[in-house]
Nanobody
Framework: VQLQASGGGLVQAGGSLRLSCAAS????????MGWYRQAPGKEREFVAT????????YYRDSVKGRFTISRDNAKNTVYLQMNSLKPEDTAVYYC???????????????WGQGTLVTVSS
């Protein structure tokens, strides 16, 4: 699976961005999809995951109520809608795909190239 993330940019605190990740190469609907992020000087962390059907989602506590992950299997795309952004959300955001596992125990098989989100205070 090849993953291409887009939609990052510079936004003021309280603003919104929507990230997209387009997949190609394999049957997209077979994969659990997720978004991860890595802030400067920190380890990569999971942000949100979504089941192959899109019915179930899982979020890290710090983004619950602000971020929404969704997918369109007809378009082979997963999205991350980010609202009420905070400076601590600043990071490179990566999409990922896993052929097995669950949304709470996702172990990615494939990674996208990352898109930078910068939130100014």
């Amino acid at each position: 699976v090849q993953l291409q993330a887009s939609g990052g940019g510079l936004v003021q605190a309280g603003g919104s961005l929507r990230l997209s990740c387009a997949a190609s190469g394999r049957t997209f609907s077979n994969y659990v999809m997720g978004w991860y992020r890595q802030a400067p000087g920190k380890e990569r962390e999971f942000v949100a995951t979504i089941s192959w059907s899109g019915v179930s989602q899982y979020y890290r506590d710090s983004v619950k109520g602000r971020f929404t992950i969704s997918r369109d299997n007809a378009k082979n795309t997963v999205y991350l809608q980010m609202n009420s952004l905070k400076p601590e959300d600043t990071a490179v955001y990566y999409c990922a795909a896993a052929y097995s596992g669950t949304i709470t125990q996702m172990v990615p098989d494939y990674w996208g190239q990352g898109t930078l989100v910068t939130v100014s205070s």
